[in-house]
């Protein structure tokens, strides 16, 4: 069992910044692919970004976030981030973090095994 905590979430005004934070425990961190999803009210939960087992360069992220979030991850403190700049209104939604052990990086929600409970996020205009 992977047990996955998030933090960082708030209210913000439209160009600010939020740096989220998952806490993870249970298992060996480093053996985990991460993820970020995000899900709006009356919206299905989508992908947000997502980082290797390994970290370094291989993150992914949503077309819509690209060039404004920051996946990264500190497997010696099994933690992962979602570094959050230039926000918009559109970006309000709970956050969730999420884990699968895999050599891959999947962007697919139902690939993930552990989910945190999430954290709310929300952006005024």
């Known amino acids: 069992q992977v047990q996955l905590v998030e933090s960082g979430g708030g209210l913000v005004q439209a160009g600010g910044s939020l740096r989220l934070s998952c806490a993870a425990s249970g298992r060996t961190f480093s053996n985990y692919a991460m993820g970020w999803f995000r899900q709006a009210p009356g919206k299905e939960r989508e992908f947000v970004a997502a980082?290797?087992?390994?970290?370094?360069?291989?993150?992914y992220y949503a077309d819509s976030v690209k060039g404004r979030f920051t996946i990264s991850r500190d497997n010696a403190k099994n933690q992962v981030y979602l570094q959050m700049n230039s926000l918009k209104p559109e970006d309000t939604a709970v956050y969730y973090c999420?884990?699968?052990?895999?050599?891959?990086?999947?962007?697919?929600?139902?690939?993930?095994?552990?989910w945190g409970q999430g954290t709310q996020v929300t952006v005024s205009s």
């Open positions: 980082i290797s087992w390994s970290g370094g360069s291989s993150t």
């Open positions: 999420a884990a699968v052990r895999s050599a891959t990086t999947p962007r697919a929600a139902r690939a993930y095994k552990y």
